[in-house]
């Protein structure tokens, strides 16, 4: 793989892992309110009221897609260059909340978002791999 | 009692993240991304006991991240729990071997405060 395809193979999985993560979390928010109120009684029904919720299993997925997305981003790159990176989803998500369901941004949230990206743009510039070796081919 | 639960918290889905990524050094580089691929690496997430240990990690997490919100305000929670990029990016040198340098430092701690201040 050629040194541009591997700055596209960075780019495309971190905006994987914000998107997954990001929708995937929402999803689950919904569906969770739309959910009546647990009662340990009504397990049965509140499992099959769960499993017939398409905005909870929705988000399942994209979970599931968000994590098995990362443990590959981990044959080739540095968990410490990972979790900063796709920390923009919180500043994503603060963005999304405030166009979509009018939430005030505060002071202190703008702070924190400025603070996360300029912490993204920090970690983007530094190389993606470290160890001493390069990452092990894949057995084929 | 909020205490030990961020605790719990904490250190559950830094063990989570760390034996996850250490299991993923032994499948090699993805260059590829085709079905058969594909296959062969939900075979080895599933059968990899570092990775399945990750997985259960990250369960208990969630499931202590639960006991955090009905013993603590989300507005202590969440921003409590940013504290773990700074533990994850410390063993990330330690126990998974990476060079941290100094500007990647300054990133993670930026990332770390803005997650802070985002969610309280």
């Known amino acids: 793989m050629s040194p541009a395809g591997h700055r596209l193979r960075n780019v495309v999985f971190i905006a994987l892992l914000v998107v997954t993560n990001t929708l995937g979390n929402l999803f689950v928010a919904f569906g969770m309110d739309a959910m009546p109120q647990f009662h340990p009684g009504q397990l049965i029904r509140y499992s099959a009221a769960i499993l017939t919720n398409f905005w909870f299993l929705g988000g399942m997925a994209l979970l599931i897609l968000w994590m098995i997305a990362q443990l590959s981003m981990f044959t080739w790159a540095d968990l410490s260059y990972v979790l900063p990176m796709t920390a923009s989803s919180y500043a994503f998500t603060a963005i999304l909340g405030k166009f979509f369901l009018d939430e005030r941004i505060s002071a202190a949230r703008w702070a924190g978002i400025a603070l996360i990206s300029v912490g993204v743009i920090l970690v983007a510039e530094t190389p993606s791999w470290t160890h001493a070796a390069p990452p092990p081919e894949e057995h084929t | ?120």
Do not use: N
């Open chain 2, 1 to 120: 009692m909020k205490w030990v639960w961020l605790a719990v918290t904490v250190l559950t889905s830094t063990a989570g993240d760390l034996v996850s990524a250490k299991g993923m050094l032994g499948h090699g580089e993805m260059e590829q991304f085709g079905p058969r691929r594909i296959v062969r690496l939900l075979r080895y997430i599933a059968t990899h006991p570092l990775i399945v240990a990750g997985i259960l990690f990250d369960a208990l997490s969630f499931l202590s991240f639960l006991a955090l919100l009905s013993t603590a305000e989300l507005s202590f929670a969440v921003p409590a729990t940013a504290v773990s990029y700074i533990l994850k990016t410390a063993l990330s040198h330690s126990y998974l071997g990476e060079r941290v340098s100094t500007r990647r430092w300054i990133g993670a701690a930026c990332v770390a405060i803005g997650v802070y201040l985002i969610a309280l």
